[in-house]
């Protein structure tokens, strides 16, 4: 949110954490993630030189199972539509720490292409055949219910698996193109006029919406 919202990093004068010699709303948290149980959210900017990340995507990859082809939340536990999103949404931030050039991470040219570490079509596969209800909206799994968490959730699964960002840290995708060849295109399994509209990976909300926040916000500069 305060990235979204352009807010100062800078903590209140009258901040708690300022008796403990913070003065950020940074200060710490890369140490503080780096000792958290669960890492799956965990990758952000300069993160990579407290992630051990041939781990986490180690772990990551192993979320996925077969024959399904969808992400489960931890060992021994069943796939689920929303973990399409906890879990196949590391990937884009995967892909960029990988191939940041200021990391201290291997060069990108010695790390396995992203389309190497997952199954796009398999993933969107189970999402399509699984995950949908014969009475529209998406489910987590065969025999539940559909639920908006998991339309939202699934759908945004579909769309970071459909494209391949630009940039390191540029948050811009581009549709994947067997024209351009792209090896991950041919693990697409639908018309190109069924993509989705591409979301912002760290937002989960259109492009143009960040945009527009930046832009107000911008404008009018919020202070604490």
Not at 99 to 124: H, I, K, N, Q, V
Not at 129 to 143: A, E, F, M, V, Y
Not at 190 to 201: F, I, M, S, V
Request: proline content about 6%; hydrophobic content about 40%; glycine content about 6%.
């Amino acid at each position: 949110m305060i990235a979204l919202l352009d807010l100062p990093l800078e903590l209140p004068l009258d901040a708690p954490a300022r008796k403990a010699g913070l003065t950020l709303f940074t200060s710490g948290l890369p140490e503080y993630l780096a000792r958290c149980t669960s890492l799956s959210l965990s990758l952000t900017l300069s993160l990579i030189r407290y992630i051990d990340l041939p781990s986490l995507i180690s772990w990551l990859s192993a979320r996925q199972y077969a024959p399904e082809g969808g992400f489960s939340g931890r060992t021994n536990k069943l796939v689920d539509g929303c973990y399409s999103h906890w879990v196949g949404g590391c990937w884009p931030l995967i892909q960029q720490a990988l191939s940041d050039p200021t990391s201290d991470s291997e060069s990108e040219s010695d790390c396995e292409p992203l389309s190497a570490l997952y199954s796009r079509e398999g993933l969107t596969r189970y999402i399509l055949n699984c995950c949908q209800s014969q009475h529209g909206g998406l489910r987590d799994k065969p025999g539940n219910v559909q639920h908006r968490h998991v339309n939202v959730n699934s759908n945004t699964s579909i769309d970071a698996s459909s494209g391949s960002l630009d940039a390191a840290f540029g948050w811009r995708s581009s549709p994947l193109s067997i024209n351009n060849n792209d090896a991950a295109a041919a693990d697409t399994v639908y018309e190109a006029r069924d993509r989705l509209a591409a979301l912002h990976p760290l937002f989960v909300i259109p492009h143009a919406a960040v945009d527009a926040i930046h832009s107000w916000c911008r404008a009018n500069p919020i202070s604490i």
